[in-house]
Nanobody
């Protein structure tokens, strides 16, 4: 069982940066694929990036995913933010490293943190 708590969202001007954090509790942090998804109003949830034993996988060149295993925390550094990045950002954990861009692979989800980018 894994519990995930996101933080770090907020209101930011276009071109700015934010760093989201996802604190994980429970056993086996290093065994999970940790990912970030986002969901904008009226849109489907979409993959942002993931970190597994294979390394980092990101669909956004402006975003970087990293982890601190001592703190059981995963981060999403977002730079050069755009209004279209506005969404609720979710942290997720999966006990697999296959098809990690698919949300159905993830068993554990955080509550989400709102990111709003204004121009």
């Amino acid at each position: 069982q894994v519990q995930l708590v996101e933080s770090g969202g907020g209101l930011v001007q276009a071109g700015g940066s934010l760093r989201l954090s996802c604190a994980a509790s429970g056993r086996g942090f290093g065994s999970y694929t940790m990912a970030w998804f986002r969901q904008a109003p009226g849109k489907e949830r979409e993959f942002v990036g993931a970190l597994s034993w294979r390394g980092a996988d990101s669909v956004q060149g402006r975003f970087t995913i990293s982890a601190d295993s001592d703190k059981n925390t995963v981060y999403l550094q977002m730079n050069s933010l755009k209004p279209e990045d506005t969404a609720v950002y979710y942290c997720a954990a999966a006990y697999t490293d296959l098809h990690i861009r698919q949300s159905y692979r993830y068993s554990y989800w955080g509550q989400g943190t709102q990111v709003t980018v204004y121009s």
